[in-house]
């Protein structure tokens, strides 16, 4: 039973590889067959994970036993709050057969070696190390176990453990003291793995491991790092979307008080100084010119991003939908969009850096360890071994830390006057330079039959980029792709019983930065396609459950979607007219890397403000590691998801993107969030999957379903509006 | 300019720059990280602390208006390794994600509960209006009144 639930992890990990070979070498067989073979890997994209990328050999790099006898877990995955260090220790603390309080879990500094090549994002960090986290800590407690059974001369079978001590022959052994007398280890075969019912902490809502540091409010983020010596540094950032850095007069900075250096680099101009204060403030004082256009407005993006205008790609087809919706009755259309997203995070970007002669320290709340590091190695012409990134805890990720200049630029401040420098961006540089969320535009367009089942059905999108241009993708991802991965990210239909269905998406290279926002299109996309199935099952009189259901699969993933569905009914009482107390319910779902969730709101109008009480959230991620951070997960996602679908909005001005200041940027208060949020988890599958991202699929069609009823009016744009 | 204040309980004296805000001071002069900078312009409430009493935004609260107060921030809030009631609830309700924003929905937890030892929903909506992009409001609502509990309860057995 052990070994062939081991064998079974291992096999279907091979089985990934295999398939990524395969689609290489039919790809040679030429153009006619190629929107085949990119739907084909756009459907391995859209439902596997990534296996893990970094070392998973080597107990010694991710494990370290200290004297008193804690362990140490130094994780290449970052904390930015999803609770990953928590999942983690439970994983390890389980194989190590220690206490949970005995493991201590830091950020990989890439000195140590242990590094993931990737990033900390896509809600994988738990999936992608469940079995070679698990297969090392487990290496690693038979490698102390051979050791030990040697020093008390018993046979390594006859050991038993307990909280990290050998137990054996009359006699015992802790891991620290194992490990202080041993010189020379023997690496064993990896041992079968622990099964469920032998799990101590994995399934358990224990706290989260940062929680005191947490409410202390130690220093443990970037912004918080200092080094000895330490100069303040800032970088002037360009006010206008495109604007390219021609020339700087430093002259009137170079003479301010407490400025030391001015910088002037053949891409940016900054300044170093004694305090935050003065860096600013000279910052400033640098009179840069700029080459860029300052005609950009709102309404030529919005022209922009529309169905029908750049390249076409289709990423999912059945059947022959094209025809059927060709032209014929029953034929219905809807337009949805999305606006432009910013990310937000409280903890401006920045790093601080010290660069000499040897090498480079860079401390940073970073989710790309290796890609800072390597970009910091280019820039300065070092080898990578000579940059140390030392990841700090991130004050929220979200995507925004998916590349992160800044760091090279701190390096180069460092470099010019060979002390540690501080550089960090203020609110109104995050807002104007973050990576956005891209706007979108939908078409969904279906046909219905003479029974109110949905014969065909289409959605056409069309977005700004997310993954391409990425650091973090070659190039040669854009053109085999075709499409945005992260552009479409929720944007296949999920309802296969539809007997002929197509997805298609366009892009727009769009004149400032759009990136990873958390889950990706999935939030625009779920909007679209579930407020489009609500107005189908309104059109056909059934119920939106009910219609919903009858047009799913009865495969796995089919199945595990409609047990949400289902649950999420029963548990909110789900009723399609108006409660007594006046509020209307709102049903949406969605499946985003292979975790199906559904959500039902309960939704009023106060003042004419729309007002969310309550959110039943149901979501089946697969074997959980830990309940109350997947709640605390499905919580957090609902209301940022909340807050992107009522509130966030960035405009374009004369080229100026704009809110730049919380507030104008409205984003979800304490008054906004639901009182009640009640979270189901389902666990149909024997793998932990994805947790982060999911939950924010179905938050803003829902509400916009639910205000449907309660109005009358469909409102067919984020951010909705009564 | 020299300027004395008390900051967590003991007197402080620094010659600053009088342009800085109490925030800059606290975290760059002073070295304690606790209060975040998230937007320097009073509108997202993560640099919130305690000036004699009252939550203030130190972002935008010019250091020499601090001359002669008593300061107080997160790290001044527990007794040694005893918490105080507000942090004792958010480790009971498990509310911190990445953690940022929370020292600064603390302090102003600390003064609503000052004001108001059993806020009522509305209350807290009306008061903490700080933000967080984790969305971490739902367990915060719930420490809160947790807290106002912790507080209540202490206070009947020191009069008892």
């Known amino acids: ?722 | 300019m020299l300027i004395t204040f008390r900051l967590n309980g003991i007197p402080r004296r620094m010659d600053v720059d009088e342009s800085m805000s109490l925030l800059w001071v606290i975290r760059d002069v002073l070295d304690l990280k606790g209060t975040k900078f998230g937007c320097g312009k009073a509108a997202c409430g993560a640099c919130t602390l305690l000036v004699d009493g009252q939550a203030v935004r130190s972002c935008s609260y010019p250091v020499k208006l601090a001359a002669g107060k008593e300061v107080t921030t997160i790290e001044g809030l527990s007794d040694g390794e005893i918490l105080h009631p507000v942090q004792q609830a958010w480790v009971e309700e498990v509310v911190p994600q990445c953690g940022y924003c929370q020292p600064g929905f603390m302090m102003a937890t600390v003064a609503l509960l000052d004001q108001h030892p059993q806020p009522t929903d509305d209350d807290i909506d009306k008061s903490i209006v700080n933000i967080c992009r984790c969305g971490t409001y739902y367990r915060m609502r719930r420490a809160i009144h947790r807290a106002a509990e912790i507080m209540s309860q202490s206070e009947k057995r020191n009069n008892l």
């Not at chain 1, 990524?20 to 929107?35: C, F, N, P, Q, T």
């Not at chain 1, 390096?411 to 956005?436: I, W, Y």
């Not at chain 1, 997310?466 to 479409?488: E, H, K, Y």
């Not at chain 1, 959230?617 to 830990?626: A, K, R, T």
């Open chain 1, 1 to 722: 039973m052990r070994e062939e639930r081991n064998k079974r992890g291992l096999t279907r990990r091979k089985f990934l590889v295999g398939s990524a070979v395969g689609v290489g070498v039919i790809l040679g067989v030429g153009y006619l067959s190629r929107s085949m073979i990119r739907r084909y890997l756009a459907g391995i994209a859209n439902t596997i994970e990534l296996p893990y990328q970094g070392d998973t050999d080597s107990p010694s790099i991710w494990f370290e036993v200290l004297a008193d006898n804690r362990v140490i877990l130094h994780s290449p995955k970052v904390e930015m709050g999803q609770g990953t260090f928590t999942g983690l220790a439970q994983m390890a603390a389980d194989e190590l057969e220690v206490e949970m309080s005995q493991m201590v879990v830091v950020h990989a500094a890439t000195s140590t070696g242990n590094i993931d090549p990737f990033a900390t994002g896509g809600s994988n960090s738990i999936s992608s190390l469940w079995i070679p986290l698990r297969e090392l800590a487990a290496t690693m407690r038979e490698m102390l176990r051979g050791e030990a059974a040697k020093m008390l001369g018993v046979d390594p079978a006859n050991l038993s453990i307990r909280s990290g001590r050998f137990l054996g022959g009359g006699r015992q052994i802790t891991y620290g003291d194992v490990v202080s007398s041993v010189e020379e280890w023997h690496v064993p075969e990896t041992p079968p793995l622990k099964v469920t019912a032998d799990f101590n902490y994995i399934g358990k809502p224990v706290p989260r491991i940062d929680l005191r540091d947490k409410v202390m409010g130690m220093r443990m983020f970037g912004m918080d790092s200092i080094m000895e010596d330490m100069l303040y540094g800032a970088v002037a950032r360009p006010v206008h979307i495109g604007a390219r850095f021609v020339s700087v007069d430093t002259s009137i900075a170079e003479n301010m008080p407490e400025v030391v250096r001015v910088v002037v680099e053949k891409d940016f101009a900054g300044v170093i100084a004694k305090s935050r204060v003065a860096a600013h403030q000279a910052k400033e004082a640098l009179v840069v010119e700029w080459e860029y256009d300052d005609n950009w407005q709102t309404e030529a993006i919005e022209k922009m991003i529309r169905v029908g205008q750049g390249n076409p790609v289709e990423i999912q087809k059945d059947g022959n939908p094209e025809k059927l919706l060709s032209s014929g009755e029953n034929i219905i259309t809807r337009e949805y969009t999305s606006p432009i997203g910013a990310h937000a995070q409280l903890e401006p970007n920045g790093a601080v850096a010290l660069v000499s002669e040897e090498g480079a320290v860079i401390m940073i709340s970073t989710q790309v360890v290796a890609i800072t590091r390597k970009e910091i190695a280019q820039r300065l012409g070092m080898s990578e071994d000579q940059v140390n990134v030392i990841p700090t805890y991130l004050g929220g990720g979200f995507g925004r830390r998916l590349h992160t200049p800044n760091a090279v630029q701190a390096a180069v401040l460092s470099k010019a006057v060979g002390r540690p420098v501080k550089c960090f961006f203020d609110r109104k540089e995050e807002f104007q330079n973050d990576t956005f969320r891209p706007p979108t535009h939908h078409v969904l367009k279906a046909r219905l039959d003479d029974e109110g089942r949905i014969l065909a059905m289409e959605h056409q999108l069309s977005s700004g980029d997310v993954m391409f241009g990425s650091p973090m993708f070659p190039r040669i991802a854009t053109p085999l792709l075709g499409a945005d991965a992260g552009v479409w990210r929720g944007g296949m239909i999920q309802y296969g019983a539809i007997p002929n269905h197509r997805a298609v998406c366009w892009r727009v290279k769009l004149p400032f930065a759009t990136s990873w926002w958390r889950s990706l299109g999935l939030l625009a996309n779920t909007f679209a396609i579930e407020c489009f199935m609500d107005e189908l099952a309104l059109k056909t009189g059934k119920d939106p459950a009910e219609f919903r259901l009858a047009h799913i699969e009865d495969n796995e993933r089919g199945t595990r979607l409609k047990e949400v569905i289902r649950t999420v009914v029963e548990k909110s009482q789900y009723r399609d007219d108006i409660l007594p107390n006046g509020r209307a319910m709102g049903l949406a779902a969605s499946t985003d890397a292979n975790t199906p969730c559904a959500q039902v709101v309960e939704v009023s109008l106060q003042d004419k403000e729309i007002k969310v009480h309550k959110v039943t959230c149901v979501i089946d991620p697969g074997l959980v590691i830990n309940p109350d951070q997947v709640r605390a997960q499905c919580e957090g996602a609902i209301i940022m998801g909340l807050s992107a679908a009522l509130y966030e909005k960035m405009e374009v001005r004369d080229s100026q993107l704009t809110p730049t200041i919380y507030g104008p940027y409205r984003m979800a208060m304490m008054r906004d969030a639901p009182r009640e949020i009640d979270v189901v988890i389902l666990q149909n599958d024997d793998q932990p999957g994805a947790v982060g991202e999911p939950p924010l699929g179905p938050i803003g069609a829902a509400i916009a379903n639910a205000l449907f009823r309660l109005t009358g009016e469909r409102q067919r744009a984020m951010p909705v509006m009564a």
